[in-house]
């Protein structure tokens, strides 16, 4: 059966909406987090495209969710940290209990990690719902081995300029959640400052992988205002010695 698409976190909620925290709107949107959103989509292709080979490496996903994205990572060891326990608890039915595989509750800015303990780290459409991303680039940093890869993804500056929100919909409407625009310098910046070099840098823009979603919610009006809007911003990093 193919995953229940949703085209929440391109449009914007109406401005009536309150925005929740972070803790608060995850919470929330447990249940439901299954459902694939359009940047959930085009985050994946970019952080695909962007992975060394995941085959007896360890891997992190910081911010992991329900840590649905480690279950088929095929890494040797896949630990995923997450802030809110209602999200690692939905993600019970992944089979996430499984050898070399392990989720924790945690704060990317504090992570309950060892150093130097990963080869690839991940860190994806997390680093907006922080008012700085200093702390959890340091983070990051630290519980890399020497040599290993970083990914950050985020919002794009570029959406959130136009106008777009972090959102998600559940029984009582579509909510927005907080969301801090750091750009590009400022993430460039934070990594810098934790010993972290760039590697490579992409961005997906709303075109054919995104029209399903739009599809989906009669939406294809919107599709052709927000067509070749970038979305999601990835930046990979080395680590170094």
Do not use: N
């Not at 095929?74 to 392990?102: I, K, N, Q, T």
């Amino acid at each position: 059966m193919a995953p229940s698409r949703s085209l929440d976190a391109v449009q914007p909620p109406s401005a009536r909406e309150p925005v929740l925290d972070v803790r608060e709107g995850y919470r929330r949107w447990a249940p439901t987090y299954a459902a694939e959103t359009a940047i959930s989509h085009l985050d994946t292709d970019l952080v695909s495209a962007l992975t060394p080979p995941l085959a007896g490496k360890r891997l992190l996903d910081a911010g992991c969710g329900t840590g649905r994205r480690l279950v088929e990572a095929g890494a040797a060891l896949a630990v995923g940290v997450d802030l809110s326990p209602e999200m690692l608890a939905a993600g019970v039915g992944l089979d996430v209990h499984r050898p070399g595989l392990r989720t924790l509750v945690g704060d990317v800015r504090d992570l309950p990690l060892p150093d130097r303990a990963f080869d690839i780290v991940w860190c994806r459409l997390v680093l907006g719902h922080l008012p700085e991303c200093g702390r959890a680039y340091g983070e990051l940093a630290r519980v890399a081995d020497a040599g290993a890869t970083i990914i950050v993804t985020d919002f794009h500056p570029a959406a959130a300029a136009a106008g777009h929100r972090r959102t998600f919909r559940d029984a009582a409407g579509v909510h927005a959640l907080e969301h801090y625009d750091h750009g590009i310098e400022g993430h460039l910046a934070a990594a810098r400052a934790a010993g972290l070099t760039l590697a490579a840098r992409r961005e997906a823009r709303i075109g054919e992988g995104a029209r399903p979603f739009y599809a989906d919610a009669g939406k294809l009006d919107l599709y052709q205002r927000d067509l070749g809007l970038p979305v999601v911003l990835a930046l990979a990093f080395e680590r170094g010695a």
